[in-house]
């Protein structure tokens, strides 16, 4: 019988039951929503940064399959008391990773290298990087929901 | 006409021999056998149908109609016995009936585009069911916003069934055309057409039907169901991708305008005037997928040859054995459970999202579809933002879906 451990790691599994930062944030002043057409997954994600570009508060409310959720919940346990800079650094190297697209997790990722198995998914890479995907729409203040399938060559 | 609970014949259902016949069903993935249980996205295909195509490229390849050498005849001829075997298939009464697309979705938008924008006008209305695909939901939608028309939706209730009386209510002065699936992709539900066309011709309006679902798993007859189009699709019922037929009534596609404008489809051109070929190479503009053709061909003659009738049977049979061998997991919920069904099995499984269960059931070998099944609205109805759906083909075994199960039971563990 094959193993999931791979990709249905044990801190994955707990992030999906129990998601961090989840739920809507009233004072946020940063927000955007993200779509997977795909799979259907959906989420909300709200940022609240201070003038000094550090992120004092992060959340999200949605629903997904256990890959997205748990991706949303880690990162929003990452990126809270994050500069915005260092946010938009740890997207890259997080997109990097799960695309396969660097040989070995960079180690600034901490935790969140625990989605370096996804990069063997080939299907799962969308729900594994939505949350980024709005996130960094959400620092941009774009309008427009986040889609996984925007035809914008968005691969992950 | 027959339906998915046809009698089994005397004769043995021997599936370990038809098994035999689709070489890729020999193989592991993830280093476990396959089990493969998506036939209603797509299914295998019998080596007859490769060798088929296989044969035109090596020994007749050609363009037809058009050539007076040895080779374009045989492919012409190839591709006209085809067109003569679909016609028996369905029981057309004519074979200029039948008209080469790429697809069901090609069949539905070739109507909408032409018989649609001749006839449907600011104000009709359009009525289609609340479980059927998007491919027979979006060109009437298309045609619906360019004309000013309205686009209707029959009900379904909580087993996945059309709400009949609904139905008749929805067919007013105001309606053109009805168009249906014959069986939900999602829900599995076979629908009533029979008595949906009755009605909508007593009142004077067609009827399209979308046939992708039922052509592998119900014996059709068009003339006996008496419906003006019938769309499906070659690689639902053991043949390539590419390929897919229109039929529709004579009458009707004769007053329909061109679709598509090219080669093949003329009877003559001048920069003046451009007259039409007739039925049915007025719809067939441009070089065909001839090797489709072919294929598609072979695969009615497979399918022929094993009986619609008993690969229903046998369908059946593994639909009540999965559907038994499924219920019994408690966390299961399945979508779709009308008194009528072909051998599609949707489900929820707790909270599970249906593309974790996918993954996992995948490692385990077993090829499941897990999504919203070009259905959305079916999923919005149901209050899910996706199923996994098990679909079964002729090939399908009793022990798969006990390794369908096992795999279940395991996803379960990885969650628990």
Redesign the interface.
């Known amino acids: 019988m094959s193993d999931f451990s791979d990709l249905y790691q044990d801190l994955i599994l707990d992030h999906q039951k129990n998601p961090r930062n989840f739920g809507e944030m009233t004072d946020a002043n940063h927000h955007a929503d993200g779509y997977n057409p795909l799979c259907g997954d959906k989420l909300t994600l709200y940022l609240k940064l201070d003038d000094a570009g550090t992120i004092q508060d992060i959340h999200f409310k949605g629903s997904g399959c256990a890959i997205s959720k748990a991706s949303a919940s880690m990162m929003t346990v990452a990126l809270k008391g994050k500069k915005t800079a260092e946010a938009e650094h740890l997207f890259h190297e997080f997109h990097d990773m799960v695309m396969g697209k660097i040989e070995k997790a960079p180690e600034d990722l901490g935790k969140l290298k625990v989605f370096e198995g996804v990069k063997d998914y080939p299907a799962r890479v969308k729900c594994a990087s939505l949350a980024w995907h709005t996130m960094e729409a959400a620092l941009h203040n774009e309008k427009d929901v986040v889609s996984t399938d925007d035809g914008k060559g968005m691969e992950g | 006409m027959a339906t998915a609970h046809a009698e089994s014949t005397t004769q043995t259902y021997d599936v370990l021999k038809y098994r035999k016949d689709f070489p890729i069903l020999n193989q592991k993935v993830?280093?476990?056998p396959l089990v493969y249980l998506d036939n209603a996205a797509t299914t295998q295909k019998p080596l007859s149908v490769i060798e088929a195509e296989n044969k035109y490229y090596r020994e007749y390849n050609a363009n037809i109609h058009r050539g007076v050498h040895l080779l374009s005849q045989q492919a012409t001829k190839a591709y006209e016995d085809a067109r003569v075997k679909i016609q028996k298939f369905i029981n057309a009464a004519n074979s200029a009936e039948i008209i080469y697309t790429r697809g069901t979705t090609e069949g539905i938008n070739l109507v909408a585009q032409t018989w649609g924008r001749k006839n449907v006008q600011a104000g009709d209305e359009i009525l289609v069911s609340a479980m059927e695909h998007h491919s027979n939901i979006v060109p009437w939608q298309m045609l619906c916003e360019e004309k000013g028309a309205k686009l209707k939706v029959i009900p379904i209730n909580d087993a996945g069934e059309l709400l009949m009386d609904e139905f008749k209510k929805l067919v007013t002065s105001k309606t053109k055309l009805v168009a249906v699936t014959h069986v939900s992709n999602a829900l599995g539900t076979i629908n009533p057409i029979a008595d949906i066309i009755q009605y909508a011709h007593s009142k004077g309006v067609l009827v399209l039907i979308d046939g992708a679902q039922s052509i592998p798993h119900i014996k059709v007859d068009v003339q006996a169901l008496d419906c003006d189009f019938y769309a499906f699709s070659g690689h639902k019922i053991y043949a390539p991708t590419g390929i897919g037929v229109l039929y529709g009534k004579y009458k009707l596609l004769d007053a329909m305008p061109p679709y598509q404008g090219g080669g093949d489809m003329i009877a003559s051109v001048t920069f003046e005037k451009t007259t039409y070929a007739k039925l049915p190479n007025k719809f067939e503009a441009g070089t065909p997928h001839i090797a489709g053709v072919i294929g598609l061909g072979a695969a009615l003659d497979y399918v022929s040859a094993i009986g619609v009738d008993r690969i229903a049977a046998h369908e059946h049979e593994l639909l009540v054995y999965g559907t038994q061998a499924l219920s019994k997991i408690k966390e299961i919920r399945i979508i779709g459970t009308a008194a009528m069904k072909a051998g599609v099995i949707s489900f929820t499984l707790g909270e599970?999202?249906?593309?974790?269960i996918g993954?996992?059931l995948d490692?385990?070998g077993v090829a499941i579809r897990?999504?919203?099944h070009c259905a959305q609205p079916v999923?919005e109805r149901f209050d899910i933002?996706?199923t996994a759906r098990a679909s079964f083909g002729l090939y399908n075994v009793k022990e798969e879906i006990d390794v369908l199960v096992t795999a279940i039971q395991?996803t379960l563990e990885?969650?628990a």
């Open positions: 993830h280093g476990v599970i999202h249906p593309h974790d993954t996992i490692k385990q897990a999504g919203h999923m933002p996706a395991k990885v969650f």
